[in-house]
């Protein structure tokens, strides 16, 4: 595939990358449109912004201009099809799948350069590369790296170009850029509106309740604000979250899950009743480090918290003794009456 130059009629939205793109080199792209009028040609897309398409029926040849409204479909739904699309985010794809991480967000991060030319264009897998970059940096707690491609111009095109359900979960992208921005109090208002109002008996909470959303979510929502809770300082309250987003995330988010109960062991780990050998506090720390250990191995803790890997010690619960049986009407039960004598007559 040939690299070009970006034509300067249709480079407004692709020169907005800044650093993401480069300006001397993107690759044209083929693809097979749909007309409305003229059928359905093969050609390769040369440059794209919010109107049109740059349209080309060669490699490098002449382009032309043509605008969405020619093509058929409404919307985001475009009968324009990627030739590549499969083939250039194979790579990236399987070292999501595999849990390499921040591999695969360079990887991604590179089809996003290389396809910077399609950014305009709906349901465009450049666009897909970006959301995928991100969310792969966010798995791998890069949360400085993800807020940087976060900020781009060109990560709009997340909620312009793709469809619904990227958009949701974008927005708790942007929320993890704040995180990484370390911007607290930014964070702290963002998650304001994920939160019930504390009226009535809720006041009498440690925290504020989350609003009706699915498991996934809460996990993310409890972990973020665990996260601002314990810059504060307020380890009670980051613990009550920490506690919440592991729970919630144990059976859906296996890697968030991690992250808190990791958190959890930090907080139990600095608090000076555990070198007093405090019981409570042993038993908090060996709760959550015995069943670290066994969800994800006992190596893949510090070396000092992997003592505490230890099933903790059970309250042994002991009957009270039984009380002896009153009689009827209450008072004391009469006492047992002496054997008569032999021959001792009775009145």
Same mark, same amino acid.
């Given at each position: 595939?040939?690299?070009?130059?970006?034509?300067?009629?249709?480079?407004?939205?692709?020169?907005?990358?800044?650093?993401?793109?480069?300006?001397?080199?993107?690759?044209?792209?083929?693809?097979?449109?749909?007309?409305?009028?003229?059928?359905?040609?093969?050609?390769?897309?040369?440059?794209?912004?919010?109107?049109?398409?740059?349209?080309?029926?060669?490699?490098?040849?002449?382009?032309?201009?043509?605008?969405?409204?020619?093509?058929?479909?409404?919307?985001?739904?475009?009968?324009?099809?990627?030739?590549?699309?499969?083939?250039?985010?194979?790579?990236?794809?399987?070292?999501?799948?595999?849990?390499?991480?921040?591999?695969?967000?360079?990887?991604?991060?590179?089809?996003?350069?290389?396809?910077?030319?399609?950014?305009?264009?709906?349901?465009?897998?450049?666009?897909?590369?970006?959301?995928?970059?991100?969310?792969?940096?966010?798995?791998?707690?890069?949360?400085?790296?993800?807020?940087?491609?976060?900020?781009?111009?060109?990560?709009?095109?997340?909620?312009?170009?793709?469809?619904?359900?990227?958009?949701?979960?974008?927005?708790?992208?942007?929320?993890? #850029? $704040?995180?990484? &921005? +370390? @911007? /607290?109090?930014?964070?702290?208002?963002?998650?304001?509106? !994920? %939160?019930?109002?504390?009226?009535?008996?809720?006041?009498?909470?440690?925290?504020?309740?989350?609003?009706?959303?699915?498991?996934?979510?809460?996990?993310?929502?409890?972990?973020?604000?665990?996260?601002?809770?314990?810059?504060?300082?307020?380890?009670?309250?980051?613990?009550?979250?920490?506690?919440?987003?592991?729970?919630?995330?144990?059976?859906?988010?296996?890697?968030?899950?991690?992250?808190?109960?990791?958190?959890?062991?930090?907080?139990?780990?600095?608090?000076? #009743? $555990?070198?007093? &050998? +405090? @019981? /409570?506090?042993?038993?908090?720390?060996?709760?959550?480090? !015995? %069943?670290?250990?066994?969800?994800?191995?006992?190596?893949?803790?510090?070396?000092?918290?992997?003592?505490?890997?230890?099933?903790?010690?059970?309250?042994?619960?002991?009957?009270?003794?039984?009380?002896?049986?009153?009689?009827?009407?209450?008072?004391?039960?009469?006492?047992?009456?002496?054997?008569?004598?032999?021959?001792?007559?009775?009145?």
């Amino acid at each position: 595939m040939k690299l070009i130059q970006i034509i300067p009629a249709l480079s407004a939205l692709a020169l907005s990358a800044g650093n993401l793109i480069s300006q001397e080199a993107v690759r044209e792209t083929p693809v097979v449109i749909g007309l409305v009028e003229g059928g359905s040609p093969q050609g390769y897309i040369q440059n794209s912004n919010d109107q049109a398409i740059q349209f080309a029926t060669s490699p490098g040849g002449n382009a032309r201009a043509i605008p969405y409204t020619a093509i058929k479909g409404e919307g985001l739904v475009k009968a324009i099809r990627f030739d590549e699309r499969v083939e250039a985010l194979g790579e990236a794809r399987a070292l999501f799948s595999a849990g390499s991480y921040s591999e695969a967000g360079d990887a991604f991060g590179a089809v996003a350069k290389s396809y910077a030319i399609i950014l305009g264009v709906p349901q465009n897998f450049a666009s897909e590369a970006l959301f995928y970059q991100i969310e792969s940096y966010r798995r791998a707690g890069l949360y400085a790296k993800m807020a940087q491609i976060v900020n781009l111009p060109v990560s709009k095109t997340i909620e312009t170009k793709l469809s619904e359900r990227y958009q949701r979960d974008f927005e708790f992208q942007k929320l993890w #850029a $704040l995180l990484g &921005e +370390n @911007k /607290m109090d930014d964070l702290a208002a963002a998650l304001e509106s !994920y %939160q019930e109002p504390m009226t009535g008996d809720s006041k009498l909470l440690g925290t504020p309740n989350f609003k009706d959303l699915p498991a996934t979510e809460l996990a993310e929502l409890a972990f973020l604000r665990a996260k601002v809770f314990d810059a504060k300082g307020e380890k009670d309250k980051a613990l009550d979250d920490y506690y919440r987003a592991f729970t919630l995330g144990y059976g859906y988010d296996v890697l968030l899950s991690k992250l808190a109960m990791g958190a959890v062991m930090q907080i139990h780990k600095a608090d000076p #009743a $555990l070198e007093k &050998e +405090n @019981k /409570m506090a042993v038993g908090h720390m060996q709760s959550v480090a !015995y %069943q670290f250990s066994k969800r994800f191995g006992k190596d893949t803790m510090p070396p000092d918290y992997q003592r505490f890997a230890e099933r903790p010690a059970m309250v042994q619960m002991t009957a009270a003794p039984a009380e002896e049986a009153k009689p009827e009407g209450g008072g004391d039960a009469p006492a047992e009456e002496a054997p008569k004598e032999e021959g001792e007559k009775k009145e």
